[in-house]
Structure formats: C-alpha cells, structure tokens
C-alpha cells in the first residue's frame, strides 16, 4: 500500500513538473510583454501597454496575422469539405483499395513538414502553379486532412448503424438522414478536429516556407524577427493568440456542452 501511494506521488509529481515545464514560458512571455524596458530580463523595471500598441501599429506584422488567419481558415474548411465525405465514404462502402486510400490519406500525418513541402513544390513545378497563399492553403489542407478523416472515422464506428436505417425506414432521404442522424453524432469529432487543424495550420513553417511566394504568414515573420533577437513586441503577440487560443478553446467547449 505504501509503495502504491508513493508511486501515484511520484506520478502526480512527475505530471505537475511537465505542466510546469510546458507553461511556465509561456507565462514568462505573457510577463515581458508588459515589461517597460526592450531588454527582456529580470529585475522588470515596470509596467507599460506601450508593446500592445507598437503591435497594432505594425502594418507588416498585421498583414502577416492576417495571411496567418486567412491560410488557417481556408485549410480548415478544405479539410472539412474533403474529410467528412472521406469518412463517410471509409465507414459505409465497401471499394476497391479502401485500405490504400485510407493510408494514403493517413499518410501526411507521419511525414515531416519539410518533407511535404519540397514534395508539394516540386509537384507545383511540375503543374505550373505559382507560389502563393492559396498553394500554402492547398498544402496544408493535404498534410492536414488526415486529422479529420481519422477523428470522424473514429466517431462514425461508434456511432450505432440501425439509427440510419431507422431513419430510411422512415422515409428520409439520404440527406435528411445525414443532418439530423448523423451529423448531430459527428458534430464534436468535427468541431475538435476542425480546431486541431486551424491550430496547426496557423502556426505552421516548414510547407509554408517552401509553398509561400511574397506573402509572409505570422510565425514566417516572427521567425525572421527572431534572428534579430527577442522583443517585447514578439512578447506581446505571442500573448495574444495565447489568449486568443485560450478564447477559442473555451468558446467550444462551452458550444459543445450546450450542443449536448
């Protein structure tokens, strides 16, 4: 009985080190971006919103927030489009090559991002698109559709056969039985994976590096910044899409509770 409660310390002691390892820099940033001096060190020397307003002042950082949202909006939804029928299709028929399509799909996930993007520029080439935000859209969306396929799938096979049926039974049309059998079951799966997406496309750099022309995402010029050295104005939009983050976590799962 001892050794089983000092194992649970330890393991509860082990989990609140890697909690703290994870988010103590995370609020050290949130600190220093309202540090009142440019050197980021301790002893602070005040208080000041003076990085936030640099921040909303900074046309090039803003254009490349902007870019940032755009390309993780429109992958997002492109995922949602390919996915959810994707899903569907890997949970209902029986094909020819299921299980190669279903890899194939899966596949992305396990390849590294620089990986993909020298893949997807060399195809670009190949096709004769041009480098641009909706090239970086198009790749995202297929390093990131695995992620709903999966999340879906997972939810449809648990999702129960006969109510589909039931609703047939009924006379319901196909689409009928999707809005109001199956999607309500999927709803969360969709939501979850849809946030997963947005998240990772967003902050994204390898196949933005190789797939971008002109245009600059957020962490393309937070990482140019960086070379430059840290600023309390990199400190302050960090803090903002943790709060940001934070905002859109709590938003869905409140709109799931409520959902259910």
């Known amino acids: 009985m001892h050794k089983l409660i000092w194992w649970q310390k330890s393991l509860v002691g082990v989990a609140v080190g890697t909690l703290l390892f994870l988010y103590v820099p995370v609020a050290i940033l949130i600190l220093f971006s309202f540090n009142d001096s440019p050197v980021t060190s301790f002893p602070l020397s005040g208080f000041t919103w003076g990085w936030y307003q ?6 090039d950082l803003l254009k ?3 870019n940032s949202l755009i390309v993780a909006l429109s992958a997002t939804a492109l995922t ?3 996915g959810v029928p994707a899903a569907l299709a890997l949970d209902r028929y029986p094909f020819v090559g299921k299980q190669l399509f279903k890899n194939t799909i899966l596949l992305p996930l396990s390849l590294p991002g620089i990986v993909t993007g020298i893949a997807m520029l060399n195809f670009y080439k190949q096709i004769g698109l041009p480098q641009s935000l909706g090239a970086v859209v198009i790749g995202h969306a297929t390093a990131l559709v695995g992620i709903v396929v999966g999340q879906v799938l997972a939810r449809l096979e648990k999702v129960n056969r006969n109510l589909s049926e039931a609703s047939s039974d009924l006379g319901a049309t196909g689409i009928e039985t999707f809005f109001y ?12 994976s849809a946030l997963l997406c947005f998240t990772l496309s967003f902050d994204e750099i390898p196949v933005t590096y190789f797939l971008t022309g002109r245009d600059v995402t957020l962490p393309m010029y937070i990482y140019s910044t960086l070379r430059r050295g840290i600023t309390p104005e990199i400190n302050a939009i960090g803090a903002l899409i943790v709060v940001a983050s934070l905002a859109l976590i709590l938003s869905s799962v409140s709109m799931l509770r409520q959902k259910q």
């Open 54 to 59: 640099k921040v909303f002042a900074n046309q």
């Open 64 to 66: 490349a927030l902007k």
């Open 80 to 82: 949602i489009v390919i």
């Open 181 to 192: 059998v199956t999607l309500p079951n999927i709803r969360s799966a969709i939501i979850g």
